[in-house]
């Protein structure tokens, strides 16, 4: 598998393991090699994203003012 992924032997048993500080590169050619590439597509895909699109809801302005009118001149 390293070998296939241009990698060490050391950074494939630490994506086994899930450590974090493994660069994503290895990750997506992994999936390359297992013909999963479309699943990185899915994952980067912000429009699914639920959890991101959340955190984007909640950092929304609660309320909105509509802007003040003017008074035209001479008017009361």
Do not use: C, W, Y
Not at 46 to 69: C, F, K, W, Y
């Amino acid at each position: 598998m390293a070998e296939r992924i241009g990698t060490s032997v050391n950074t494939v048993r630490r994506m086994e393991d899930g450590q974090p500080g493994t660069a994503l590169q290895h990750f997506v050619r992994a999936l390359q090699v297992f013909g999963e590439l479309d699943k990185f597509e899915q994952l980067m895909d912000t429009a699914q994203d639920s959890v991101g699109l959340s955190l984007m809801d909640e950092n929304l302005p609660q309320r909105i003012r509509t802007p003040r009118r003017r008074r035209e001149p001479g008017a009361f």
